[in-house]
């Protein structure tokens, strides 16, 4: 039976790219030189470290604008509240969001089922497979995916005939 999977997956390997070419901006602008600001990336998070609120929000931007040239949903990202660090310094933490969550699968299998498609879609982990007899179906279930805003990124995988 056709099926394909809807999954919330960010490919990493552009992350760590992005951040890179965030980095040397930062190293590079004028209006850094002569301060301390840091980006620290260990695979799961990202720590922003800056003097004063101008520079954490313009790290910020860079970031978003860099993972955003390289095809980077910015659903993904997560940022927290800025808090202190080590006397005249500001901390931002940002963290990524992959995999659907179960509140947010079952909006969307409601969703899916609200259209009266005729397909199946069940929770698989952190993914939704969906399957129908008919790939019509299924492409057209895909097009309303697409269209709506579950205020994740969602891609779909492994369309099978």
Do not use: H
């Not at 552009?14 to 070419?21: G, K, P, S, T």
């Not at 990202?77 to 931002?92: I, M, P, Y």
């Not at 399957?131 to 995988?157: G, V, W, Y």
């Amino acid at each position: 039976m056709p099926s394909f999977d809807v999954v919330s997956e960010m490919n990493m390997q552009e992350v760590d790219n992005a951040i890179n070419q965030a980095r040397k901006e930062i190293e590079g602008r004028y209006d850094f030189k002569g301060s301390k600001a840091e980006m620290n990336w260990d695979k799961k998070e990202v720590i922003l470290l800056a003097e004063d609120d101008y520079k954490l929000t313009a790290m910020v931007d860079i970031l978003r604008t860099k993972m955003g040239k390289r095809g980077v949903d910015l659903r993904f990202l997560k940022l927290s509240t800025v808090e202190l660090a080590g006397g005249r310094f500001l901390r931002q933490k940002i963290t990524f969001s992959q995999g659907i969550e179960k509140e947010k699968a079952k909006e969307i299998i409601k969703y899916v089922k609200d259209s009266k498609a005729k397909v199946q879609a069940q929770i698989m982990d952190d993914k939704l497979r969906v399957t129908s007899k008919s790939i019509d179906e299924l492409q057209a279930t895909m097009q309303n995916l697409k269209s709506q805003n579950f205020e994740i990124a969602l891609q779909f995988d492994n369309m099978r005939p």
